[in-house]
């Protein structure tokens, strides 16, 4: 019985965990525009606007999840995340 209710609850965890990462997938474009407007662009090389918390890790599409990464650590975090 007590692995019956473990093997429930865990699957509603994943669920829940999946459904999450589906809504948290859309980007807004006002929201980067406004980081963009209040962080403009350092002037060293390549560099892209990054989410600090990724949004398939929960964190949030605006601009206070936001920051300045080289073109360089963007692929090395990407491979981890």
């Known amino acids: 019985m007590n692995k019956l209710i473990l093997v429930i ?4 965890v994943s669920f ?7 809504l948290c997938s859309h980007r ?3 929201e980067r525009y406004a980081f963009i407007k ?9 560099m892209i ?3 600090i918390h ?5 964190g949030m599409d605006n601009r ?4 300045w990464q080289s073109y360089r650590d963007a692929k ?3 491979r981890w995340e």
Request: proline share 5%; with cysteine; hydrophobic share 30%.
């Open 9 to 12: 609850v865990l699957t509603i």
């Open 76 to 78: 090395v975090k990407d």
């Open 54 to 58: 990724a949004l398939k890790h929960g």
């Open 16 to 22: 829940t965990a999946n459904a999450k990462c589906y």
């Open 64 to 67: 206070y999840n936001m920051q």
């Open 49 to 51: 606007v990054d989410h």
């Open 28 to 30: 807004s474009s006002s």
């Open 38 to 46: 209040m962080n403009p662009k350092p002037c060293c090389g390549r």
